[in-house]
């Protein structure tokens, strides 16, 4: 036994207003949208400060140490990059995908200049923990009131 469908020739025309709906919508409303795969491959980043120095934790799972480059300029940081696939899947086609292999390039402007020549980084269970020593000139300073 066979069903009978009636055409509805204005269907077409709804999914194609649907399409260019979601098309506006995803440049306009949502314009980074398309960088959030982007955002993915690159490391999450901890910066904070205590007394005497700047701080900052990198997430880079799956990343030798020697494969990552550290440089200041100024009062820029870079962390530098790359993650190597260790083999090809040959036994199949992927249906999902996380893991991002590649090279990545971060740079932060640090809120204070820094002693770069007495930076330390350590490299345990995948972070990266940079130490950063504040200049003199950038160390906070207290004045004391004297009383008359």
């Given at each position: ?16 207003r649907s ?81 991002h292999y ?19 980084a350590e ?26």
């Amino acid at each position: 036994m066979y069903t009978l469908r009636r055409r509805e020739p204005w269907g077409d025309l709804v999914s194609l207003r649907s399409a260019v709906d979601r098309l506006l919508e995803e440049s306009f409303i949502h314009p980074f949208g398309i960088l959030e795969g982007l955002a993915a491959s690159l490391p999450a980043v901890d910066m904070y400060e205590t007394g005497d120095t700047i701080v900052v934790k990198a997430a880079l799972p799956g990343v030798k140490p020697e494969n990552v480059e550290i440089t200041t300029v100024g009062n820029t940081l870079t962390i530098k990059g790359e993650t190597k696939e260790k083999a090809e899947n040959k036994q199949g086609d992927y249906f999902y995908q996380e893991h991002h292999y590649g090279s990545f390039c971060r740079s932060f402007t640090l809120p204070t200049d820094i002693k770069a020549d007495k930076a330390q980084a350590e490299f345990e269970n995948g972070v990266l923990t940079l130490t950063l020593p504040k200049a003199e000139e950038a160390k906070r300073k207290f004045i004391k009131i004297r009383s008359k």
